[in-house]
């Protein structure tokens, strides 16, 4: 998925009021550290202290969204004094992303993996953010045993057999065992609801773009498929994008040749161009079209590229994993609460998921009782019925959540406003 620097402070049951900021390999870190230099390629030298790296894209559009996510992470070690058991966490904010992409690469998520793997403290991976950055870790991090814990990737081949590309998800698992979780439910859920709330809105006739990549066009597909099982015509084929591309008027007129859709999907992100998409609609008059998107683009760096005033215009449809944060109830209010007291501001959509994520590690530490890598992903993969801020949830045989909360929005005000639980 998907898009949103973090603080980072404490590490024992007295916290280190401080940051430190560091370049390992051009790969910004920051730390939470326990009077130690927190260079990720070795280890702490404290047989008490254990870490967790997160590795998201802190460069680029989605940095606001993972600044939420990393705040909502640190929140969950604070909330126990930066201890799992007896063990002190040291925490470390990898960016996966660079300057020059301004998104997610390779060979950050590559080198932020082998960093992981390569220092035997590192006990939980939380992350990727984005579905095709978790194929070039998954591997790595599995050969090592490292438990991952995402917060935000939904491609289903990840997990589940029989949902994704052929050797899914068995290539991601080189020691057949899983090692890779996620607190989020995958898009073999988000993508069939958003084309069953596109039927419930009258929707007859829509074209279907993408951007290429894993998260998008594998959404786009899954939503496309089921425009056609409930009978919704498709107007012409899934057209992807060139996101390198200033502009797509090009494409959107081609699509207008075969008719005008009532609806247009874009399977993409924020930093895939979702609100250049949405400018270039109104360009080419497909004004009155509506237009739906993924999660992905649940964040407001993609209003704030569209430009909010263009919603008045465009009327803009949201899916988004889970519920808002204004909607979330028991444990996951208190959590908005307690988010909006410290940091004096609202969260964005996945800061929760970032929360359980590092509730998570914690409780699986925990459990271990040990600074044991194996012990640890086994304790992870036991749980069921975790009571947290997203309710009460296990996960599967695959890693995956049982949570199936989905819900839709639009965008009023420059913001998200909901609309309904689907599914």
Known sequence: MKNREAEQNEAQARPVDRRKFLALGGITTTGILLGTSGCGSSTSGNSNAVKIISSLPRTGSAKGQTDTIVNGIKMAFDEVDNKAGEFAIEYLDLDDATPAEGKWTPERETANADQAVKDTDVMAFIGPYNSGAAKVSMPILNKAGVLMISPAVTWPGLTKPGKGDPGEPDIYKPTGKVNF???????????????????????????????????????????????????????????????????????????????????????????????????????????????????????????????????????????????????????????????????????????????????????????????????????????????????????????????????????????????????
Do not use: H
Not at 221 to 227: D, G, P, V, Y
Not at 229 to 242: H, M, N, R, T, Y
Not at 385 to 392: Q, R, S, T, Y
């Open 181 to 423: 979780t996620r607190v989020v439910p995958a898009d073999d859920l988000q993508g069939p609801l958003g084309a069953d709330w596109a039927k419930s809105m009258g929707v007859k006739t829509v074209a279907v773009l993408d951007d290429n990549e894993v998260y998008g066009k594998g959404i786009a597909t899954l939503f496309k498929e089921r425009c056609i099982e409930a009978g919704i015509k498709v107007l012409g084929q899934q057209e992807s994008i060139d996101v390198k591309q200033n502009e797509f008027s090009g494409v959107l007129r081609k699509l207008k040749t075969l008719g005008t859709p009532d609806l247009l999907y874009f399977g993409g992100t924020s930093q895939t161009k979702a609100g250049q998409i949405a400018k270039d609609m109104v360009a080419v008059g497909f004004g009155g079209v509506k237009l739906m998107v993924p999660d992905g683009c649940y964040e407001l760096a993609f209003i704030q590229s569209a430009g909010a005033e263009l919603f008045k215009t465009l009327k803009c449809f949201v899916t988004f994993g889970g519920s808002p944060p204004d909607k979330l109830t028991g444990r996951g209010k208190e959590f908005v609460d307690k988010y909006k007291a410290k940091y004096n501001k609202d969260p964005e959509g996945y800061a929760i998921y970032g929360y359980e994520a590092g509730k998570v590690a914690v409780e699986a530490i925990k459990r271990a009782g040990k600074k044991d890598r194996a012990a640890v992903l086994a304790e992870c993969l036991k749980i069921k019925d975790f009571d947290g801020a997203l309710g009460k949830w296990s996960f599967d045989e695959n890693g995956d959540t049982t949570s199936r909360t989905m819900s839709g929005s639009t965008i009023e005000g420059g913001d998200f406003k909901f609309v309904k639980q689907l599914g």
